[in-house]
């Protein structure tokens, strides 16, 4: 059984930095992608970077030169280095992995529990 365990979300006033942190566990042959999305209240869940497997990060424009994705794959973690934060950066952010945990070479989606990012003053 695949898990997603997120940490490191809480509150910060705007311009502040947060870390997230999210570790895949269990039968994992391969991870393609590794991602992060978020969901503000009121609006639909959006991507808000992602990694593959020996690729370059995306962002969304949104979060360009503030945000930066990385990716232990020694250690099956994804990290969101968030700075510059912005009120509208307050979300519930979600941990999002395509990955292979039957050894077949096919890739399902598993996501975190989410964990929440506030900014304010």
């Known amino acids: 059984q695949v898990q997603l365990v997120e940490s490191g979300g809480g509150s910060v006033q705007p311009g502040g930095s947060l870390k997230l942190s999210c570790a895949a566990s269990?039968?994992?042959?391969?991870?393609?992608?590794m991602s992060w999305y978020r969901q503000a209240p009121g609006k639909q869940r959006e991507v808000v970077a992602a990694i593959v497997s020996g690729g370059n990060p995306n962002y969304v424009d949104s979060v360009k030169g503030r945000f930066t994705i990385s990716r232990d794959n020694a250690k099956n973690t994804v990290y969101l280095e968030m700075n510059s934060l912005k009120p509208e950066d307050t979300a519930v952010y979600y941990c999002?992995?395509?990955?292979?945990?039957?050894?077949w070479g096919i890739g399902y989606d598993y996501w975190g529990q989410g964990t929440q990012v506030t900014v304010s003053s």
């Open positions: 269990g039968t994992i042959f391969n991870i393609y992608v």
């Open positions: 999002h992995a395509a990955l292979d945990g039957s050894g």
